[in-house]
C-alpha cells in the first residue's frame, strides 16, 4: 500500500492494476488490485502497464506534479495529468520474458515491465509556451546546479514576462526523488545556481528540467528536459 497525498486532488477507482480508495486525514491511499477481471488483450496489459508504472513514479514526483499541473482543460490537476500527459509517450513496456506467449489469465506485472524515458517524460504541461534558451550546469563535486537564461523582452500570448520559471532535478534511480526550485521569471535574465542536500539525489546522475507558471500559478507550460547539461 502507498500513500498519496491530497495534494493530487480526490482520486477513487481503479487505474490499471492499481486501486485508489480515501484514507484518514484526506489521504487516497494506493494498492494492487490483486488480480485483473475478465481476459485482457496485450495491448491492454500495455496500457495498464504504463498506467501502473507513472502512478507509482507520481508518488516520488508529488512535489513537483502539485506546481507543474495545476489543471487545465487538457490535463486535470495533479497526477492525473501527469499521467495524461505522459502515458503514451514517456513509457517503454517489455516484455518480461519475450519468449512466451502472452496470457490471458496473468495480471500485466507479471508479463510486462514499464521503464520512463526521463528524456521524453513531461514533469509539467499545460497551455503556457515552454522556456527557450535556459541552460543548466551541473556540478558533481559540490551537488549543485546552475540555471541560467535570457530575459525575454516581448510576450506573446502563450509566454509573458511575468511567468515564473521553476527548475527540477530528478534523481535516475529506482526511487525517483524529486526536488523543485523557484529560480526566476520569464522576463529577466538570471543565473541561479541551486543546491541539492539529499542522500537519494546524486545531481551527476540525475534528470534535470525547467518549466514555466503563470504568476497566479493557475496555468503551466510543457517542461524542458535539459539535455545540454554541462557536469563536471
Not at 482520486?11 to 485483473?36: A, F, I, Q, W
Not at 503514451?88 to 500485466?108: D, R
Not at 508479463?111 to 556540478?139: I, K, T
Request: charged content about 30%; overall charge positive.
Amino acid at each position: 500500500m502507498a500513500i498519496i497525498k491530497s495534494t493530487f486532488g480526490k482520486m477513487k477507482g481503479k487505474v490499471g492494476n492499481l486501486v485508489l480508495y480515501d484514507g484518514p486525514n484526506g489521504e487516497t491511499l494506493c494498492r494492487s488490485n490483486g488480480h485483473m477481471t475478465g481476459k485482457k488483450t496485450e495491448k491492454q496489459k500495455r496500457h495498464f502497464e504504463a498506467f501502473g508504472t507513472l502512478m507509482r513514479l507520481g508518488i516520488f514526483l508529488r512535489a513537483v506534479i502539485r506546481v507543474g499541473f495545476p489543471g487545465e482543460k487538457r490535463f486535470p490537476a495533479g497526477v492525473r495529468g501527469f499521467v495524461r500527459a505522459n502515458v503514451n509517450t514517456a513509457v517503454e513496456v517489455e516484455k518480461i520474458k519475450p519468449e512466451k506467449k502472452v496470457s490471458a489469465q496473468k495480471q500485466a506485472p507479471k508479463e510486462f515491465r514499464g521503464r520512463v524515458d526521463f528524456a521524453r517524460l513531461q514533469v509539467a504541461d499545460g497551455s503556457l509556451g515552454a522556456p527557450e534558451g535556459v541552460r543548466a550546469e551541473v556540478d558533481a563535486a559540490t551537488q549543485t546546479v546552475r540555471f541560467s537564461w535570457q530575459g525575454m523582452e516581448l510576450e506573446s500570448p502563450c509566454r509573458f514576462r511575468d511567468d515564473r520559471l521553476y527548475g527540477v532535478v530528478v534523481s535516475l534511480n529506482e526511487r525517483a526523488i524529486s526536488r523543485v526550485f523557484p529560480i526566476g521569471t520569464r522576463g529577466e535574465s538570471g543565473d541561479r545556481e541551486v543546491s541539492v542536500e539529499s542522500e537519494y539525489i546524486r545531481v551527476e546522475h540525475a534528470a534535470v528540467y525547467v518549466f514555466a507558471t503563470s504568476a497566479d500559478g493557475k496555468k503551466a507550460s510543457p517542461s524542458v528536459y535539459l539535455d545540454n547539461t554541462k557536469k563536471h
